[in-house]
């Protein structure tokens, strides 16, 4: 399968394929009128492309605007070190109209830090978190915090 991103002329373009975000706390910009082909076929979501909000050597946030809010995923670990710069980003990016998704299936690990910005983040329903694996869910339970994130184990 043969994945082919198209970008208006003069749209940034970052080393990983993603479009160029200057300062991590800040929105990304819009691409408009790039579009997606997967084999010369439009994608589905044609018109949404992932900008990546935060990186560092342990992990990496990407966010794709949609209608009503916006998906950011989490990818790697999450942990005191990066907590700090995480929550701002997050509640930056939070700050939009809509409810913010926060996609943390791929995240492989995440310490008590992490998860207690996540429940900070999700406390005012303005975000919610999608994918919880198995043993994050086995966690908010023990610290009684499953209703706060509206997830069900």
Do not use: W
Request: hydrophobic fraction near 40%; proline fraction near 7%.
């Amino acid at each position: 399968m043969a994945l082919t991103q198209h970008r208006p002329s003069g749209a940034a373009s970052s080393s990983l394929g993603t479009p160029a975000v200057g300062n991590a706390g800040r929105k990304p910009a819009t691409t408009e009128g790039a579009s997606v082909t997967i084999n010369d076929k439009p994608a589905p979501d044609a018109g949404l492309i992932e900008a990546v909000l935060h990186l560092d050597r342990t992990l990496r946030i990407t966010y794709s605007p949609l209608p009503r809010g916006g998906v950011v995923r989490l990818v790697g670990e999450l942990d005191a070190g990066n907590t700090p710069p995480v929550a701002r980003t997050l509640t930056q990016v939070r700050a939009g109209e809509g409810v913010l998704t926060v996609d943390v299936a791929q995240l492989e690990f995440v310490d008590l830090a992490g998860l207690r910005m996540l429940i900070g983040l999700c406390r005012d329903r303005s975000a919610r978190l999608a994918g919880v694996p198995l043993s994050m869910r086995r966690l908010l339970r023990l610290l009684n915090q499953e209703d706060v994130l509206g997830t069900r184990a």
